[in-house]
């Protein structure tokens, strides 16, 4: 697929990185079949997939729990209030949608085991109780699995769903962070850059505590990510193998290219997939050609990468896989209502599979003064 014809994307001044998950550029190509989504919470349902099971012993509970209407800080919340603990206290692996059902682990100290009745509501209910000794924390996740609804689609043929679906699952999709990663105002990203450059001034109080400082780092991360992955797609495309890129292997592990005619082969066949960077102190660094266009990345947004070792856990780095495929893919129609259902490992987007098939028309109307 070419998508150099895509390059007016890659002007700042056309769309800002937090959208570039709204997109749907594997597809775009392709007749958007519009559609309504979380009409109700039923239509998005979400069933976390967790690293492992409560052995059955030891100092907390986890909680199955089923929850509806509710975020990720609503949840928490209600659970400290009606169990007279700490919201600290209360572990969770990974932040649902609001406007959803979704059934997921939660951690609570085993010495309120009596009071969990109260827990019950219209909003959230217990399924299981089992004992483990260690709080969850963000992370102990392997995926979710999804099933949602997109309503009224508009389609002539349902060979045009046919082919976006085989599309997915035989390529994936971009590995995009989502739009809700970058806040209700999509300016998280643009605080955390202030932050990065000690242009905290005229920032309220709330994004220079622990929390808050940690979670607007976290988006520019996250927006310098989704600027390099679009970049590399339209300008670089869809099959090439930098020389230097770091990768994972899809049987498990990461390395770094150095034998590039060798691993040249094996990323054709499909056994490599790039990992891209989530810059900060320690990400496993790339080498050659796939340094050079990273550094790129950060010229283009005035960062200097000895930044990022100036605020220590907060910005450690990582390396994330450039596409997505999605596991146990499906789908459905009936009455002009599209069903899919997949799982996604942790920290991939529904929403970003969402878009490959339905994407909302005002996407270039967005833009952004970094």
């Not at 958007?32 to 919470?41: R, V």
């Not at 406007?99 to 009596?114: L, N």
């Not at 060979?159 to 300016?187: L, T, V």
């Not at 960077?277 to 990273?294: Q, R, V």
Request: charged share 25%.
């Amino acid at each position: 697929m070419d998508l150099q014809k895509y390059s007016h994307l890659l002007q700042k001044s056309k769309l800002n990185p937090s959208r570039y998950g709204e997109i749907g550029l594997f597809n775009l190509g392709k007749p958007n079949i519009g559609g309504n989504i979380k009409e109700n919470p039923e239509d998005f349902i979400v069933e976390e997939i967790p690293s492992y099971q409560p052995c059955g012993s030891g100092d907390h509970l986890f909680l199955w729990i089923e929850k509806k209407l509710l975020s990720a800080d609503e949840l928490v919340s209600h659970i400290s209030r009606q169990l007279n603990i700490s919201s600290r206290d209360v572990g969770v692996a990974g932040k649902k949608d609001r406007v959803a059902v979704t059934r997921q682990f939660i951690s609570v100290p085993k010495k309120v085991e009596s009071k969990l009745s109260a827990v019950d509501s219209d909003s959230v209910k217990i399924l299981s109780v089992k004992p483990h000794p260690n709080k969850l924390t963000i992370g102990h996740l392997q995926g979710n699995f999804f099933n949602i609804i997109v309503r009224d689609i508009q389609v002539k043929h349902l060979s045009q769903i046919e082919a976006i679906f085989q599309n997915i699952d035989k390529n994936g999709f971009p590995n995009f962070f989502g739009p809700q990663r970058f806040g209700k105002q999509r300016d998280t990203a643009e605080i955390g850059f202030k932050i990065l450059n000690g242009d905290t001034d005229k920032l309220s109080k709330r994004w220079l505590n622990k929390t808050g400082k940690k979670f607007a780092l976290s988006a520019a991360q996250s927006f310098l990510f989704n600027r390099y992955l679009l970049r590399r797609m339209v300008e670089l495309g869809l099959d090439k193998l930098l020389d230097g890129d770091v990768v994972f292997k899809k049987s498990g592990g990461i390395f770094k290219v150095e034998d590039f005619d060798q691993e040249k082969i094996r990323f054709d066949s499909g056994e490599l997939i790039p990992a891209g960077p989530i810059f900060g102190k320690k990400t496993y660094k790339s080498a050659k050609a796939a340094l050079d266009f990273e550094n790129e990345i950060l010229a283009e947004s005035n960062i200097l990468r000895e930044k990022f070792s100036e605020f220590g856990k907060m910005m450690l780095g990582t390396r994330r896989p450039i596409f997505c495929f999605p596991e146990n893919f499906s789908y459905s129609i009936e009455n002009q209502n599209l069903t899919l259902n997949f799982g996604l490992k942790a920290g991939s987007y529904a929403t970003v599979l969402l878009s490959e098939f339905s994407r909302p028309s005002d996407i270039y109307d967005y833009s952004v003064n970094l």
